[in-house]
């Protein structure tokens, strides 16, 4: 790197200047380019009679806990509950029917699990790559690298991962990982959605469900709030639900259109990219230092090393 | 002249302060080793909400930020050239150095897997801020640790210890200590650069963390400028970090407070403000219209705190001369910045942070209050420590010792040149090194950007099973309908399967549905191999004719020229990748039964949970039971891990008629509120009495019952007569030879086996009793019971059961736990509404009951006793003759006779009956009926009912004119003295015996309700009523839905007069002279 000091700093700021508004933009969108392939489940609460079986079936296709209370009670309803370390999925129940053509129905009911964001906060926090997203849209975790440091459960907007505390030496993050299987890669098969009785979960091509949930709207606006959320919540999400109701009425969160990874891979990359801060940083610091050393060398007599000439060694 | 040099302080170590620390270290670290050996979930206040406490916010996040002395006072010094705070310069290092080991220990303590923490080094995730600010932090901690080297090692070369043998160590370790000083000195500028480059790095990115969390920080801190507000506080929160530790520790060691250079020093502090204040207003002014300042109100009065106290109040003070001249004041207006960049960091970690959906706000637990005071005490030992035994403070020299700095610098011009360049050399390649590292992994990280940086095997979507249309069909495709269809989903039995599939009354749901097949038949095949069909509403819309409202059966007369859809031809698998839309036949049913039934008013009995229509699969039990290994179950441990799970059935047991063997009794005529009566105290015609025989009592008890206790010993309960589904547990095999582990692992739902160990068995023996329940139940022909031959029924699909309480009547055992009735499935107008015809036959059903046509004879595979003579009892007799394989004589019991595809005996039953109870008197002359049913033709509720009858001679108390109990076992059947083991048996039932006994004639009564035969074999019209009277068909042309057109013959020719008419009060044949569907219906001939 033959460059003199003032190429050198020159260069550096010029590109920063020229790159910082791109880099501050929409750095990571281009990244989901298969989306396509994109694997995802449409929940219509429409349909949802809250049977728990979803949670049922979860927790014996994960090997989770045998729950306290039996799956068939409904008592649990009473509180509005959140995947845990012990269930990925719960359905909760929320006062009023679920449409304005069910007003026979008293309850709506909602499941919460991961929503595999296509572009997911917690993926991009994850310090080692412990948590991933395959090609086909499913987000998983893998143990042996995780080093549990939780940053996954501050990033995510849903408040979706959950941590084994209790556990000693080994805990884990734990959430709904579409059912795929890490190590043997067999691929996102949701069993949930297969033991939903009144199918209210069907699980397929994102973007087929997209057409299926705007074809359902479409047919019943009397039945559908005329918004599939996860189209474009924080970027859009790989599980959607149809409600009959506002969405934020039965635990979907508002949530902005980007994701929120976005704004920390900009500010990243927009620093990193190249090391050209970096090293810009140095380089002027450095040139600084010398500078003074070398005023105060002339002024008495020199009484220090300094590394003047480290920076003439690495700029001339 | 007196000048300012770093020297050990001439101090001791050990002071009360340095105890007290000691002792809050102490306490902190065993808090610290309590979370080492009990998980993090023991010591912290923390959950899925709060992911982060303070260990995050103190001791890393506010750690890092007030380490900023560090970078901030080498650069103003250094690189800025004020040269002549240098004194300053080695604690504010220290000061980092300790605050970024505080870091890495309170992250090593935060961390889940802490075993894992060198992972990054090796996993790197280039667009984790958090990965940026784990290598940053590694990296910068190296680099003070080579600012650190010039007084440590100056200290360690001046070290002469007086023990000869370390001495000689220290002779040896001068050389190298001097090289290694020589390079420190050498490449030191160097490293003093990267360490404020990498510091800037870091300080900001712990901002950047939480830009991730837009919805979950409060927007009074929120904002993507985080970086850049972190990053200048850092600096503001240098140089009066350096000024508080130097006047603490000035005072500390008794030093005079060095105020006229502080006050220098603190010139700048107040422009370093003034930039990060402007920034932070600024952006608060930006972001004016998203905070709220009323949202939360905690948050806001810790957002003043930081604005006024840590912001506004220091830039007042450092601003005025007089306070840069003064300690004391410099100490607060230095204090205030700590705390408020402190509480900064507090804020944007824990104040400010509200997740959704979280119940309580976090505050630290003990422990993490514990080990956070902890480490703060350590480092502050530690930095004692340093200045105690190294050159670190500066203090006065005074004339004539030698600077410790002065000595070294002789060392260093000692090297020669071109050592002195090789020493950059690796320094500038180590830096180099660093930085090309960085790029590469940021350029890697924006090139595959969100994705992982270990790429996962592809998920593929399953495709949709392949569905084998062939085997899958409904239980017997009917030509135009059947009763019964067993509705399953492939799907479901390729996953996860809970329930067994739903046995549905097609025929019931036609007749409650009015007939509207359109409710459910949508569509319309014109040929069996029509996959998709006609909607049936276009259909007919285009022929004019509405289907709403109107039973198909009004137009399609024969519905066997109809072709109706199968459910499965269009909905078989859901989530079919092709066409997710269709929904699969698990939902098409579920939608189709829940819609309806969702509706039904209570009066409708329509079952609206899961398991009314279809039961639960039992788990597999083998890891539930978690039977540890080499431990063998018995009978009594099987029924204590079934209670640890089960206890409130326990509990549910006790309360039932199978164990109690007594309850209430409304179907006993004078009896109706009694609840003692019961197998407890019942005389039979079989057994005579239970009680005083204890095998035969063992062995049809559900329960080890020896002494009166047991009667309420949970523990005493035997699950497995029940529940084993291994076909291997009997209640009277010994216990070596039952594989206990085996038999508990694998319990399930009771089957007819189950029931039938007991039921089958009853009177003693394989069919005895009953006349319709044998062994052969157990996998019957369909010809022998239709239900369980058929569709596999279990007994509790009609014996209902609810906490263990079987619903059913038995006319021995006369408890009764609920009713049941054929209606359940078969509804009120069981032979369909698709005709006249039909009609006429339910008729019947109001005077007829059900099994009198559909059970035309009993015990048609396998024998019953129909008599037994006790009287001759005793004898050792060959000269009988064998009956359908059993024996005509007993010595236990007397003669007997058998009976095989018995036409049963026809009466009038309303429901109760006369029991015959012990005490009751008799006529020792006349047959003694011990359980006759009760009912006649006028009354309403009676149906004709068929009966086996079973005659029986047994002793009686010649004295008390009474029936009496006998103990068999071990009694009469040694040396059949009759009088002893009445006696014996009377004991045991609390009763006494004349010492007289005699024998009377008996008969018992026992409704016959299995063995349902297939409808093509129940009774025909002919079979009851006189031929010529009967030609029905001649009008009622129509019997759309009945498979037996033939029905109206005679079905068995070989039993004329089945029905003895006058018998039950007729006078004749009921369709000659008119009978109760007149009486009833006001229709039909008037009785002559
Ligand atoms: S919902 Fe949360 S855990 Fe799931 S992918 Fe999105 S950010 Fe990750
Ligand atoms: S806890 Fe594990 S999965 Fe979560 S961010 Fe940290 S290393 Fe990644
Ligand atoms: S996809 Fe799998 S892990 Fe996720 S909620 Fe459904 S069953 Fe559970």
Same mark, same amino acid.
């Given at each position: 790197?033959?460059?003199?000091?003032?190429?050198?700093?020159?260069?550096?700021?010029?590109?920063?200047?020229?790159?910082?508004?791109?880099?501050?933009?929409?750095?990571?969108?281009?990244?989901?380019?298969?989306?396509?392939?994109?694997?995802?489940?449409?929940?219509?609460?429409?349909?949802?009679?809250?049977?728990?079986?979803?949670?049922?079936?979860?927790?014996?296709?994960?090997?989770?806990?045998?729950?306290?209370?039996?799956?068939?009670?409904?008592?649990?309803?009473?509180?509005?509950?959140?995947?845990?370390?012990?269930?990925?999925?719960?359905?909760?129940?929320?006062?009023?029917?679920?449409?304005?053509?069910?007003?026979?129905?008293?309850?709506?009911?909602?499941?919460?699990?991961?929503?595999?964001?296509?572009?997911?906060?917690?993926?991009?926090?994850?310090?080692?790559?412990?948590?991933?997203?395959?090609?086909?849209?499913?987000?998983?975790?893998?143990?042996?690298?995780?080093?549990?440091?939780?940053?996954?459960?501050?990033?995510?907007?849903?408040?979706?991962?959950?941590?084994?505390?209790?556990?000693?030496?080994?805990?884990?993050?734990?959430?709904?990982?579409?059912?795929?299987?890490?190590?043997?890669?067999?691929?996102?098969?949701?069993?949930?959605?297969?033991?939903?009785?009144?199918?209210?979960?069907?699980?397929?091509?994102?973007?087929?469900?997209?057409?299926?949930?705007?074809?359902?709207?479409?047919?019943?606006?009397?039945?559908?709030?005329?918004?599939?959320?996860?189209?474009?919540?924080?970027?859009?999400?790989?599980?959607?639900?149809?409600?009959?109701?506002?969405?934020?009425?039965?635990?979907?969160?508002?949530?902005?259109?980007?994701?929120?990874?976005?704004?920390?891979?900009?500010?990243?990359?927009?620093?990193?990219?190249?090391?050209?801060?970096?090293?810009?940083?140095?380089?002027?610091?450095?040139?600084?230092?010398?500078?003074?050393?070398?005023?105060?060398?002339?002024?008495?007599?020199?009484?220090?090393?300094?590394?003047?000439?480290?920076?003439?060694?690495?700029?001339? | 002249?007196?000048?300012?040099?770093?020297?050990?302080?001439?101090?001791?170590?050990?002071?009360?302060?340095?105890?007290?620390?000691?002792?809050?270290?102490?306490?902190?670290?065993?808090?610290?080793?309590?979370?080492?050996?009990?998980?993090?979930?023991?010591?912290?206040?923390?959950?899925?909400?709060?992911?982060?406490?303070?260990?995050?916010?103190?001791?890393?996040?506010?750690?890092?930020?007030?380490?900023?002395?560090?970078?901030?006072?080498?650069?103003?010094?250094?690189?800025?050239?004020?040269?002549?705070?240098?004194?300053?310069?080695?604690?504010?290092?220290?000061?980092?150095?300790?605050?970024?080991?505080?870091?890495?220990?309170?992250?090593?303590?935060?961390?889940?897997?802490?075993?894992?923490?060198?992972?990054?080094?090796?996993?790197?995730?280039?667009?984790?801020?958090?990965?940026?600010?784990?290598?940053?932090?590694?990296?910068?901690?190296?680099?003070?640790?080579?600012?650190?080297?010039?007084?440590?090692?100056?200290?360690?070369?001046?070290?002469?210890?007086?023990?000869?043998?370390?001495?000689?160590?220290?002779?040896?370790?001068?050389?190298?200590?001097?090289?290694?000083?020589?390079?420190?000195?050498?490449?030191?500028?160097?490293?003093?650069?990267?360490?404020?480059?990498?510091?800037?790095?870091?300080?900001?990115?712990?901002?950047?963390?939480?830009?991730?969390?837009?919805?979950?920080?409060?927007?009074?801190?929120?904002?993507?400028?985080?970086?850049?507000?972190?990053?200048?506080?850092?600096?503001?929160?240098?140089?009066?970090?350096?000024?508080?530790?130097?006047?603490?520790?000035?005072?500390?060691?008794?030093?005079?407070?060095?105020?006229?250079?502080?006050?220098?020093?603190?010139?700048?502090?107040?422009?370093?403000?003034?930039?990060?204040?402007?920034?932070?207003?600024?952006?608060?002014?930006?972001?004016?219209?998203?905070?709220?300042? *009323? &949202? +939360?109100? /905690? %948050?806001?009065?810790?957002?003043?705190?930081?604005?006024?106290? !840590?912001?506004?109040?220091? @830039?007042? $003070?450092?601003?005025?001369?007089?306070?840069?001249?003064?300690?004391?004041?410099?100490?607060?207006?230095?204090?205030?910045?700590?705390?408020?960049?402190?509480?900064?960091?507090?804020?944007?970690?824990?104040?400010?942070?509200?997740?959704?959906?979280?119940?309580?706000?976090?505050?630290?637990?003990?422990?993490?209050?514990?080990?956070?005071?902890?480490?703060?005490?350590?480092?502050?030992?530690?930095?004692?420590?340093?200045?105690?035994?190294?050159?670190?403070?500066?203090?006065?020299?005074?004339?004539?010792?030698?600077?410790?700095?002065?000595?070294? *610098? &002789? +060392?260093? /011009? %000692?090297?020669?040149?071109?050592?002195?360049?090789?020493?950059? !050399?690796?320094?500038?390649? @180590?830096? $180099?090194?660093?930085?090309?590292?960085?790029?590469?992994?940021?350029?890697?990280?924006?090139?595959?950007?969100?994705?992982?940086?270990?790429?996962?095997?592809?998920?593929?979507?399953?495709?949709?099973?392949?569905?084998?249309?062939?085997?899958?069909?409904?239980?017997?495709?009917?030509?135009?309908?059947?009763?019964?269809?067993?509705?399953?989903?492939?799907?479901?039995?390729?996953?996860?399967?809970?329930?067994?599939?739903?046995?549905?009354?097609?025929?019931?749901?036609?007749?409650?549905?009015?007939?509207?097949?359109?409710?459910?038949?949508?569509?319309?095949?014109?040929?069996?191999?029509?996959?998709?069909?006609?909607?049936?509403?276009?259909?007919?819309?285009?022929?004019?004719?509405?289907?709403?409202?109107?039973?198909?059966?009004?137009?399609?007369?024969?519905?066997?020229?109809?072709?109706?859809?199968?459910?499965?031809?269009?909905?078989?698998?859901?989530?079919?990748?092709?066409?997710?839309?269709?929904?699969?036949?698990?939902?098409?049913?579920?939608?189709?039964?829940?819609?309806?039934?969702?509706?039904?008013?209570?009066?409708?009995?329509?079952?609206?949970?899961?398991?009314?229509?279809?039961?639960?699969?039992?788990?597999?039990?083998?890891?539930?039971?978690?039977?540890?290994?080499?431990?063998?179950?018995?009978?009594?441990?099987?029924?204590?891990?079934?209670?640890?799970?089960?206890?409130?059935?326990?509990?549910?047991?006790?309360?039932?008629?199978?164990?109690?063997?007594?309850?209430?009794?409304?179907?006993?005529?004078?009896?109706?509120?009694?609840?003692?009566?019961?197998?407890?105290?019942?005389?039979?015609?079989?057994?005579?009495?239970?009680?005083?025989?204890?095998?035969?009592?063992?062995?049809?008890?559900?329960?080890?019952?020896?002494?009166?206790?047991?009667?309420?010993?949970?523990?005493?309960?035997?699950?497995?007569?029940?529940?084993?589904?291994?076909?291997?547990?009997?209640?009277?095999?010994?216990?070596?030879?039952?594989?206990?582990?085996?038999?508990?692992?694998?319990?399930?739902?009771?089957?007819?086996?189950?029931?039938?160990?007991?039921?089958?068995?009853?009177?003693?023996?394989?069919?005895?009793?009953?006349?319709?329940?044998?062994?052969?139940?157990?996998?019957?022909?369909?010809?022998?019971?239709?239900?369980?031959?058929?569709?596999?029924?279990?007994?509790?699909?009609?014996?209902?059961?609810?906490?263990?309480?079987?619903?059913?009547?038995?006319?021995?055992?006369?408890?009764?736990?609920?009713?049941?009735?054929?209606?359940?499935?078969?509804?009120?107008?069981?032979?369909?509404?698709?005709?006249?015809?039909?009609?006429?036959?339910?008729?019947?059903?109001?005077?007829?009951?059900?099994?009198?046509?559909?059970?035309?004879?009993?015990?048609?595979?396998?024998?019953?006793?129909?008599?037994?003579?006790?009287?001759?009892?005793?004898?050792?007799?060959?000269?009988?003759?064998?009956?359908?394989?059993?024996?005509?004589?007993?010595?236990?019991?007397?003669?007997?006779?058998?009976?095989?595809?018995?036409?049963?005996?026809?009466?009038?039953?309303?429901?109760?009956?006369?029991?015959?109870?012990?005490?009751?008197?008799?006529?020792?002359?006349?047959?003694?009926?011990?359980?006759?049913?009760?009912?006649?033709?006028?009354?309403?509720?009676?149906?004709?009912?068929?009966?086996?009858?079973?005659?029986?001679?047994?002793?009686?108390?010649?004295?008390?004119?009474?029936?009496?109990?006998?103990?068999?076992?071990?009694?009469?059947?040694?040396?059949?003295?009759?009088?002893?083991?009445?006696?014996?048996?009377?004991?045991?039932?609390?009763?006494?015996?004349?010492?007289?006994?005699?024998?009377?004639?008996?008969?018992?009564?026992?409704?016959?309700?299995?063995?349902?035969?297939?409808?093509?074999?129940?009774?025909?019209?002919?079979?009851?009523?006189?031929?010529?009277?009967?030609?029905?068909?001649?009008?009622?042309?129509?019997?759309?839905?009945?498979?037996?057109?033939?029905?109206?013959?005679?079905?068995?020719?070989?039993?004329?007069?089945?029905?003895?008419?006058?018998?039950?009060?007729?006078?004749?044949?009921?369709?000659?002279?008119?009978?109760?569907?007149?009486?009833?219906?006001?229709?039909?001939?008037?009785?002559?």
């Amino acid at each position: 790197m033959l460059l003199n000091r003032r190429n050198f700093l020159g260069w550096g700021l010029g590109t920063l200047a020229v790159s910082a508004p791109r880099l501050l933009g929409q750095e990571a969108t281009a990244s989901n380019g298969d989306e396509a392939q994109h694997v995802g489940c449409l929940v219509d609460t429409t349909l949802c009679i809250g049977c728990r079986k979803c949670e049922e079936a979860c927790n014996r296709r994960n090997k989770l806990p045998h729950p306290d209370i039996a799956f068939t009670e409904q008592t649990v309803f009473r509180q509005e509950r959140r995947p845990s370390a012990k269930a990925f999925t719960v359905v909760n129940e929320y006062t009023g029917a679920p449409s304005p053509d069910q007003e026979w129905m008293k309850e709506t009911y909602a499941k919460v699990q991961c929503l595999h964001c296509l572009i997911p906060s917690c993926v991009s926090a994850c310090i080692v790559g412990a948590l991933t997203k395959t090609k086909d849209g499913a987000v998983v975790y893998n143990p042996d690298v995780c080093l549990g440091c939780r940053y996954c459960m501050v990033a995510c907007p849903f408040q979706i991962p959950a941590y084994e505390y209790d556990v000693v030496l080994t805990p884990r993050v734990r959430k709904c990982e579409f059912c795929a299987n890490f190590v043997k890669g067999t691929g996102a098969d949701p069993a949930c959605a297969a033991a939903c009785p009144t199918e209210a979960l069907v699980f397929g091509q994102r973007s087929s469900l997209l057409t299926l949930a705007k074809d359902r709207i479409n047919r019943r606006p009397d039945r559908y709030v005329a918004h599939v959320y996860g189209e474009h919540e924080v970027g859009g999400t790989a599980w959607l639900y149809l409600t009959g109701r506002p969405a934020t009425e039965v635990g979907l969160l508002a949530m902005p259109t980007f994701s929120p990874a976005h704004s920390t891979e900009a500010i990243q990359h927009g620093i990193f990219r190249y090391g050209i801060i970096p090293f810009a940083v140095y380089g002027a610091l450095g040139g600084l230092m010398w500078y003074n050393h070398r005023r105060t060398q002339q002024s008495c007599k020199p009484d220090s090393e300094s590394g003047q000439q480290v920076q003439e060694a690495r700029h001339e | 002249m007196n000048k300012l040099q770093p020297q050990c302080t001439q101090k001791p170590f050990f002071t009360p302060g340095t105890t007290m620390l000691m002792v809050l270290a102490a306490i902190g670290f065993s808090f610290g080793l309590a979370r080492i050996l009990n998980g993090l979930g023991a010591v912290t206040n923390l959950d899925n909400f709060y992911p982060w406490g303070i260990w995050i916010a103190i001791d890393v996040a506010s750690g890092v930020a007030l380490a900023a002395g560090g970078f901030t006072t080498a650069a103003y010094i250094e690189i800025f050239g004020c040269h002549q705070f240098k004194p300053l310069l080695r604690p504010a290092i220290l000061t980092a150095w300790l605050g970024y080991f505080m870091v890495a220990v309170g992250l090593t303590f935060d961390v889940g897997r802490y075993w894992n923490m060198w992972q990054p080094i090796i996993n790197w995730q280039g667009n984790s801020v958090l990965f940026e600010v784990a290598m940053c932090v590694m990296a910068y901690l190296t680099v003070l640790t080579v600012e650190m080297a010039p007084p440590v090692l100056e200290g360690v070369k001046t070290w002469t210890p007086k023990r000869p043998a370390l001495a000689s160590v220290m002779r040896r370790a001068e050389k190298p200590i001097v090289f290694a000083y020589a390079w420190v000195k050498i490449v030191l500028p160097l490293f003093i650069v990267a360490g404020v480059v990498l510091s800037c790095m870091h300080q900001s990115s712990l901002g950047t963390l939480m830009v991730i969390a837009p919805t979950k920080l409060s927007p009074l801190w929120y904002t993507p400028l985080l970086p850049a507000l972190f990053l200048l506080s850092a600096m503001m929160v240098g140089l009066p970090m350096v000024i508080m530790e130097s006047l603490i520790a000035g005072k500390s060691f008794g030093h005079e407070p060095e105020t006229e250079l502080l006050g220098d020093f603190a010139k700048v502090i107040p422009w370093l403000i003034s930039i990060y204040a402007l920034c932070k207003f600024g952006d608060i002014a930006m972001r004016w219209e998203e905070i709220s300042f *009323a &949202a +939360h109100p /905690d %948050a806001t009065v810790a957002w003043a705190i930081e604005i006024v106290l !840590g912001l506004i109040a220091p @830039f007042i $003070l450092f601003s005025l001369k007089s306070v840069r001249q003064s300690a004391g004041w410099l100490l607060t207006a230095s204090l205030l910045v700590v705390l408020g960049v402190a509480l900064n960091r507090i804020n944007v970690y824990i104040i400010g942070y509200y997740p959704p959906f979280a119940g309580k706000r976090y505050f630290p637990a003990l422990g993490e209050i514990a080990l956070t005071v902890g480490l703060i005490a350590t480092l502050m030992l530690i930095y004692r420590f340093f200045v105690t035994f190294f050159p670190i403070i500066a203090s006065e020299v005074h004339a004539g010792t030698m600077s410790a700095e002065a000595q070294h *610098a &002789a +060392h260093h /011009d %000692a090297v020669q040149p071109f050592w002195a360049w090789f020493f950059r !050399g690796t320094a500038v390649v @180590f830096l $180099l090194g660093f930085v090309a590292l960085y790029s590469l992994v940021h350029t890697e990280a924006i090139a595959v950007s969100l994705k992982a940086s270990h790429e996962v095997q592809t998920a593929k979507i399953s495709k949709g099973p392949k569905i084998e249309t062939a085997a899958f069909k409904h239980a017997d495709r009917p030509d135009a309908y059947r009763n019964l269809y067993v509705l399953n989903s492939p799907l479901l039995n390729k996953t996860n399967d809970y329930y067994e599939p739903v046995r549905f009354t097609h025929r019931t749901h036609d007749v409650n549905s009015g007939s509207t097949c359109s409710l459910c038949h949508h569509r319309q095949g014109s040929n069996m191999n029509d996959r998709v069909g006609d909607d049936i509403y276009k259909m007919h819309a285009e022929i004019d004719v509405r289907i709403s409202g109107t039973p198909c059966i009004a137009c399609h007369k024969d519905l066997t020229e109809k072709q109706f859809q199968k459910c499965s031809q269009c909905h078989l698998s859901s989530n079919e990748s092709d066409f997710p839309a269709r929904i699969g036949l698990k939902g098409a049913y579920h939608r189709q039964c829940i819609a309806c039934h969702q509706n039904q008013p209570k009066t409708a009995h329509a079952p609206t949970d899961c398991v009314s229509c279809h039961h639960p699969l039992v788990p597999d039990h083998k890891p539930l039971l978690k039977i540890e290994a080499n431990t063998q179950l018995s009978r009594q441990t099987v029924t204590g891990k079934c209670l640890g799970c089960h206890e409130e059935t326990g509990h549910d047991i006790l309360k039932t008629a199978h164990w109690n063997w007594q309850g209430r009794t409304p179907t006993i005529s004078g009896q109706e509120h009694s609840t003692h009566i019961g197998l407890r105290n019942i005389i039979d015609n079989y057994d005579i009495s239970l009680i005083p025989n204890p095998r035969l009592r063992d062995f049809f008890h559900i329960g080890d019952v020896r002494l009166a206790s047991d009667w309420k010993d949970l523990t005493k309960i035997d699950c497995l007569v029940c529940h084993d589904t291994t076909a291997t547990y009997r209640r009277d095999a010994s216990e070596e030879t039952i594989a206990w582990n085996n038999v508990a692992e694998k319990v399930g739902r009771p089957s007819r086996a189950n029931c039938g160990s007991c039921h089958f068995y009853s009177g003693g023996g394989a069919g005895i009793k009953h006349g319709d329940l044998s062994p052969l139940l157990v996998n019957p022909d369909p010809d022998v019971d239709f239900h369980m031959g058929k569709v596999d029924m279990r007994c509790q699909d009609c014996h209902i059961t609810s906490k263990h309480q079987i619903a059913g009547l038995s006319f021995n055992a006369p408890v009764v736990e609920g009713r049941i009735g054929c209606g359940v499935c078969h509804g009120e107008h069981p032979h369909g509404i698709t005709g006249i015809l039909s009609r006429h036959i339910d008729n019947h059903v109001k005077t007829v009951a059900c099994e009198t046509c559909h059970i035309p004879q009993f015990a048609r595979k396998y024998p019953t006793q129909l008599s037994v003579d006790f009287s001759t009892a005793g004898q050792d007799r060959t000269d009988i003759p064998q009956q359908f394989g059993k024996p005509g004589y007993d010595k236990r019991y007397g003669e007997q006779t058998w009976g095989q595809n018995i036409v049963p005996l026809y009466r009038w039953f309303e429901g109760s009956r006369q029991n015959y109870l012990l005490g009751d008197k008799i006529a020792p002359d006349k047959t003694v009926v011990l359980n006759e049913p009760i009912g006649d033709k006028h009354n309403p509720k009676a149906q004709i009912y068929p009966f086996k009858v079973h005659r029986a001679v047994q002793p009686y108390d010649v004295e008390q004119k009474m029936l009496v109990a006998v103990k068999f076992e071990d009694c009469l059947w040694r040396d059949f003295d009759w009088n002893k083991a009445i006696a014996e048996g009377m004991k045991e039932m609390g009763r006494t015996f004349s010492g007289k006994h005699g024998f009377v004639k008996t008969e018992m009564y026992t409704s016959i309700h299995h063995e349902i035969a297939p409808a093509r074999q129940s009774l025909g019209c002919a079979d009851c009523h006189t031929p010529e009277n009967i030609a029905c068909t001649r009008c009622h042309t129509n019997a759309a839905g009945m498979n037996q057109p033939e029905h109206t013959q005679r079905v068995y020719p070989a039993f004329p007069n089945r029905f003895d008419f006058k018998a039950l009060g007729y006078e004749g044949d009921p369709a000659v002279t008119g009978g109760r569907f007149y009486m009833f219906f006001k229709k039909g001939r008037p009785p002559k």
